[in-house]
């Protein structure tokens, strides 16, 4: 196998380096970890302006809108973005909704929400979660009866992340009660400004609201919103949890990280000597980036499926599982490498390498909790991986 960056890659590399460099926005970095939760973020305008060179959707086949890079393409984009500290595409509607729509989208339906995904011109929020349905997600009770050609949707949904910026929510409904539960469940686009979507956000102990609950009182939604068929919805949301799972700590550059705590566990002391001296630190810390390039060449398998118009199997379920843990570990490390300096929140007198530490320590302990918490993964990995029976 030659390992060697071609010459293509390399000079792909160099526009991808000097574009993002001439174009990503001054202010972006002291917001970006705020992204996509406030109405006048910078990463909108980042965003906006990477859909100008129709480099947005970037992982995007070509036929559906996309750019149609590689794989390899795709990776070394993803490198530059990383090496520059610019916001990488991702979310609910270019890394979820879309692909799904692809696959099992009607032509009108590609015609009519991929383009605006691709632009950003319509941001997505997903509506699984119910209040008695998170890991038994196929319990979920938001009824839609169809009348003539609409649905009359009535129920609720939690944990709807960034409510207040979409202007379009996929939802799982159940559309009938006979037989298995999953035989009963749809997946409706549905138009946050519809009469009748109302939102309230949930209040966070940091004083935000990335969180909301979703009420839907009497929402008229057109038959021709559903993706696939009538109480076959349960196949759509596998595959949508599929690509969401595959996407795990897409926000985590886990390279850097390793990096980074490197740096502070040299600059930090314990006992009189460098954090970095201490050998059972350090064995733990090699041990980490051996598994942080491992899952590397998971998430390239995982993408070269994708690209060729397929969903993930149940690779993702492992991919998410090691992935949450391999972050947390390193998270982990760092906040035993910073002592007491892990409390200072945003505090502008830490180290460059410190100073996003203790917010991001906290963001992923939520990692093995969404997309399904690790427990529901291990569920998955016995019964599709290893034929365990239920
Ligand atoms: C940061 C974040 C963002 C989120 N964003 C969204 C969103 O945008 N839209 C959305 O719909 N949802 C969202 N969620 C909700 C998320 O999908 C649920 O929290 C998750 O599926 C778990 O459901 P639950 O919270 O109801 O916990 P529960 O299902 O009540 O689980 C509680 C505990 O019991 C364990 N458990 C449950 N069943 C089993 C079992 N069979 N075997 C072993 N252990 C089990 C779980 O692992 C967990 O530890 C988000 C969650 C987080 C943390």
């Not at 009748?196 to 008229?220: K, S, W």
Request: aromatic share 10%; hydrophobic share 40%.
């Amino acid at each position: 196998m030659d390992i060697k960056e071609s010459a293509e890659l390399t000079a792909f590399r160099t526009t991808v380096r000097e574009w993002v460099s001439a174009n990503i926005p001054g202010d972006i970095r002291q917001d970006y970890i705020y992204s996509g939760m406030e109405q006048d973020d910078p990463v909108d305008r980042w965003f906006q302006k990477l859909a100008g060179k129709n480099w947005l959707a970037f992982r995007w086949p070509e036929q559906f809108g996309g750019p149609g890079f590689s794989p390899a393409e795709q990776m070394v984009f993803v490198d530059e973005f990383r090496t520059l500290g610019a916001p990488v595409p991702g979310g609910f509607g270019l890394s979820m909704v879309g692909p799904l729509i692809f696959q099992f989208g009607s032509d009108a339906q590609k015609a009519r929400f991929l383009p605006p995904i691709a632009a950003h011109e319509e941001i997505w929020c997903q509506g699984y979660s119910e209040p008695n349905s998170g890991s038994d997600l196929a319990s979920l009770q938001t009824k839609a009866e169809l009348n003539g050609d609409r649905f009359i949707v009535n129920g609720q949904k939690t944990w709807t992340s960034r409510a207040n910026k979409a202007g379009w929510i996929f939802c799982l409904v159940r559309t009938s009660n006979e037989g298995p539960q999953q035989r009963g469940i749809s997946f409706l686009l549905i138009d946050m400004k519809t009469p009748g979507v109302t939102i309230r956000p949930i209040d966070q102990i940091d004083g935000l609201a990335a969180f909301y609950e979703t009420f839907f009182d009497n929402v008229e939604v057109p038959l021709e919103n559903m993706v696939g068929e009538i109480n076959e919805g349960w196949g759509m949301a596998k595959a949508l949890l599929a690509h969401e799972r595959s996407g795990t700590g897409a926000n985590v550059d886990v390279k850097r990280l390793v990096d980074n705590i490197k740096t502070l566990a040299r600059q930090y002391e314990k006992d009189g000597r460098p954090v970095l001296e201490d050998e059972s630190f350090r064995q733990r810390l090699a041990q980490l980036e051996m598994d942080a390039d491992g899952l590397l060449y998971t998430r390239y398998r995982m993408l070269t499926t994708l690209l060729q118009g397929q969903t993930p199997g149940p690779e993702a379920s492992i991919f998410k599982l090691y992935q949450s843990e391999v972050c947390q570990e390193l998270y982990e490390l760092a906040l035993e490498a910073m002592g007491p300096d892990a409390a200072r929140w945003y505090d502008e007198n830490l180290a460059p390498e410190a100073f996003e530490m203790p917010m991001q320590m906290t963001i992923t302990r939520a990692m093995s909790i969404y997309s399904g918490s690790n427990e529901i993964q291990r569920n998955i990995i016995a019964k599709r991986v290893l034929n365990l029976p239920d």
